[in-house]
């Protein structure tokens, strides 16, 4: 019996069959990998945060990822923005190319295809790209074999917290085993993911660093306006007492004035007086708070999302508008690209290696928001440019058009064959009499020319006329009757090469390259007739002129 071969994944790690349908990295109360989190934001400041920073960078990463959760449960506007940039890659479509046309390759194609379509799958790519913000994520693999084949059953997103990274090179990642050790991440089990904001290590590559410094400043900034609010906004309340007030009457004084603000009502004696002073220029000081903090906004959408206009609401002027959704469209398409290669690279590979064995080609899953198209015109295209010789492959048509390859037993769309219909309006064939049969011996005695002229008159009609017709327009009516459906043929192949041409250059190099495939054999005979008549009519014009 031969044996499977032993699968590796990319770290080089074998993998272990057998435990690929388990959880092996779920969180427990209790456990090593515990739910709970720690707030390293309370009472944060520039030093603290410094610290957890540098403990990232040596590798113990737990308290920065804490900090990174809070700032996304704290922070509207870096949870909006980044929150925007996750579901623009979660909600584009995805499509599969198949490896090649052959039938084992569309069928896997097919495989993948299906299970894309579940309604939990925006979810799951929304938590895999948490690699923006974090600088990494890892999403457990749920395989399903119960129906004797390998199957994809849920993608589970894991807290980061419960991963490290090799302590060697910092770079490749490791779980905290139930023994709280650290172990190499099981072959075929995992999605890691890390969509970098910049270049360098995966703890230092997510955008909640940036956002670390930005939202330390602006709740300093949040702090100073409430205080502010809080003293300035409300006018100044003094009191006034008579030389003689005793200490309890300044007392009842004091705790008017003190809590009047909140209560607004006070009990004083007739003989005080509590005066409201309104503080000036109160709103050009508190401007100064909230231009901080809309700065700071401002600095954490270009870092997140490349741009201002569309979440600060500034409209007019260079820059704004179609430019800003140009500047945040080519971030866009770089996640997708990024997220498409981790799928293809975690997901794919590996459920074609356990399904049907390792490949020499492997089908591609792409994201990406599909340009318009004109798929008419592509499918007009196709019809008049694949019957002069253009090869194209089945499997990206259908691709284009999100047809799937058809299985056994399905009800086929059969092709009907459709013949345009000739110029005068009659069918194929129809009225058209079969090439006259002409022995040369015969064409040499020109005497018995004239007959032939006046059979072809009548033909055309004019065996009422007196005078002999005209031997120009015999030919022509002959010309029209015999060579122009072949001549329809060749216009309508060239029509279709000027309707698929986008330039006349195009179209002139494809007149060129395809020309020489144009069926010709129906006019090639019609005019060799043609011109041989009209030389034998010449002469009998010569003939005629010398009798």
Request: charged share 30%.
């Amino acid at each position: 019996m031969a044996r499977k071969p032993q699968l590796l994944d990319r770290w080089g790690n074998p993998v272990q069959r057998s435990i690929l349908s388990q959880e092996v990295a779920a969180p427990t109360f209790g456990g090593v990998r515990s739910p709970i989190s720690g707030h390293p934001a309370d009472g944060l400041n520039p030093l603290r945060l410094a610290q957890i920073l540098q403990e990232a960078d040596r590798g113990d990463p737990i308290r920065y990822l804490e900090l990174a959760e809070t700032i996304e449960e704290r922070d509207p506007h870096y949870l909006g923005v980044l929150g925007t940039r996750k579901r623009s890659v979660s909600q584009i479509e995805i499509t599969v190319e198949a490896a090649s046309d052959d039938k084992l390759d569309v069928e896997i194609a097919d495989m993948i295809r299906d299970w894309l379509d579940r309604d939990e799958l925006g979810d799951e790519i929304f938590h895999i790209l948490d690699c923006i913000g974090k600088g990494f994520s890892v999403t457990e693999i749920d395989w399903d074999t119960s129906e004797g084949q390998w199957s994809v059953k849920a993608l589970e997103r894991r807290d980061p917290r419960h991963f490290r990274f090799d302590r060697i090179d910092l770079t490749t990642p490791v779980m905290i085993g139930d023994n709280g050790q650290e172990e190499p991440l099981k072959a075929f089990k995992f999605i890691y993911a890390n969509v970098k904001a910049k270049s360098g290590l995966p703890l230092r590559s997510g955008l909640a660093r940036v956002a670390a410094w930005g939202w330390t400043f602006k709740a300093f900034a949040q702090r100073d306006w409430a205080i502010f609010t809080q003293t300035y906004g409300q006018p100044l309340r003094v009191g006034k007492y008579g030389g003689g007030a005793s200490k309890d009457d300044r007392n009842t004084l004091f705790n008017a004035v003190a809590n009047i603000a909140g209560d607004c009502a006070a009990i004083i004696p007739e003989s005080m007086t509590i005066d409201f002073v309104e503080t000036k220029s109160v709103g050009a000081s508190s401007d100064l708070y909230e231009n901080r903090i809309d700065h700071l906004d401002k600095q954490i959408s270009k870092a997140v999302l490349g741009q201002t206009a569309t979440t600060d609401a500034e409209t007019g002027g260079l820059g704004s508008g179609k430019e800003h959704r140009e500047f945040q469209e080519v971030i866009e398409r770089a996640d997708a690209k990024a997220l498409s290669a981790i799928l293809n690279r975690d997901l794919i590979r590996p459920w074609v290696d356990l399904e049907y064995g390792p490949q020499k080609r492997y089908p591609r899953l792409k994201i990406a928001r599909p340009e318009p198209e004109d798929l008419q015109l592509l499918a007009s295209s196709l019809g008049s440019l694949v019957p002069i010789g253009l090869k194209v492959k089945m499997s990206e048509v259908r691709d284009k058009f999100g047809l799937a390859e058809p299985a056994e037993g399905d009800e086929i769309l059969g092709q009907i064959a459709t013949i345009p219909p000739q110029p005068d309006g009659s069918s194929p064939g129809e009225g058209r009499s079969a090439p006259i049969e002409r022995d040369s011996a015969k064409f040499k005695r020109v005497a018995e020319l004239p007959g032939v002229i006046a059979r072809q008159a009548e033909e055309i009609g004019h065996t009422a006329l007196k005078t002999p017709p005209d031997p120009a327009e015999i030919i022509t009516a002959q010309l029209e009757k015999i060579a122009l459906p072949g001549v329809a043929g060749i216009l309508g192949q060239i029509e279709a090469m000027m309707a698929a041409a986008g330039s006349m250059e195009e179209f002139r190099e494809m007149l060129n390259s395809g020309f020489d495939q144009v069926d010709a054999s129906d006019l090639a005979k019609p005019l060799v007739e043609a011109l041989t008549a009209a030389e034998l009519f010449g002469r009998v014009e010569v003939i005629d002129e010398n009798v």
